[in-house]
């Protein structure tokens, strides 16, 4: 349905990550182009020390993105706008998080892993009002997080960033067709 996303949802994912990181509040430790040290070394199998890090391109890290993340959260199969959504979230708290804000957005049994009749109700619901219920319970579930006083404010720029260019996928399919 929304494979022509894909590039998109990427480049978005990828500026709201940014570049090389290791705060020291931040449970995921060195990262870069949003991914954790701990992710790179799962997914080539070998050590990262930070050079390692610090050289990750986004050619590099797109397989990775694509297989764990937009793959994991069957984003080719969301309309355009909620994959997006979806798809960010799985990045920032994980493929499970993004199955449950999805499901409780459509009104799905809530279990994290996003399956046929989660992606039927999806496909069959308002995209603009599936992004806001994802947006809304996403800044709720953050909200809660114990390291929210540090991360917050960026956290609410993106979602609120997401929000806009997920519903801009949408006017955006609407004006070519």
């Known amino acids: 349905m929304s494979a022509a996303t894909w590039p998109t949802a990427l480049a978005a994912v990828l500026k709201h990550e940014g570049g090389y990181v290791?705060?020291?509040?931040?449970?995921?430790g060195r990262t870069n182009l949003g991914v954790t040290q701990r992710v790179w070394?799962?997914?080539?199998n070998q050590p990262a020390d930070e050079a390692a890090m610090r050289a990750l391109t986004p050619e590099l890290v797109a397989p990775l993105y694509r297989e764990r993340y937009w793959n994991?959260?069957?984003a080719d199969e969301l309309p355009p706008g909620v994959?997006?959504?979806?798809f960010d979230v799985a990045v920032n708290s994980g493929t499970g998080r993004a199955g449950k804000l999805l499901q409780q957005a459509v009104g799905a049994?809530?279990?994290?892993?996003?399956?046929?009749r989660t992606v039927a109700l999806?496909?069959?619901?308002?995209p603009v009002a599936t992004i806001d219920r994802i947006c809304d319970l996403r800044l709720e579930f953050l909200r809660a997080l114990p390291i929210w006083p540090t991360?917050?404010?960026g956290w609410s720029?993106?979602?609120?960033?997401?929000?806009?260019?997920a519903r801009s996928l949408i006017d955006n399919l609407v004006a070519t067709h």
């Open 151 to 153: 991360f917050g404010k």
């Open 22 to 28: 290791n705060h020291p509040a931040d449970p995921g």
């Open 41 to 44: 070394e799962s997914w080539t």
């Open 72 to 74: 994991a959260v069957r």
């Open 83 to 86: 994959d997006l959504a979806v």
């Open 157 to 165: 720029r993106r979602v609120e960033a997401v929000r806009s260019e």
């Open 122 to 126: 999806a496909t069959a619901a308002d």
């Open 109 to 116: 049994a809530v279990d994290g892993s996003i399956g046929p």
